[in-house]
């Protein structure tokens, strides 16, 4: 909520002091509000998570076997561009 408009708007006003200057102090930060989505949002919101690193991971294991692969096709076309 911080990096929102109305938590922007919360810390503000919590940080009014009686000459009208902005002040955000620590104890503003540490009481504000926080809101969260609905319980089921959330869940939505893991269930997406994982379904997006069920997909990254395998790309991610398929990178890190193919890397031994390209290292050697790079250094035997460098090596053989050398050699000419």
């Known amino acids: 909520m911080p990096n929102s408009a109305a938590g922007r708007q919360t810390l503000l006003r919590a940080g009014k002091t009686t000459s009208g200057l902005s002040t955000i102090s620590a104890q503003n930060g540490k009481n504000a509000t926080v809101m969260l989505p609905p319980v089921a949002a959330q869940a939505a919101y893991v269930r997406d998570a994982e379904a997006v690193a069920s997909i990254l991971r395998p ?16 250094a035997a076309a460098f090596l053989a561009h050398e050699v000419e």
């Open 59 to 74: 790309q991610a294991q398929s990178l890190e076997s193919a890397n031994p692969t390209v290292a050697a096709l790079l």
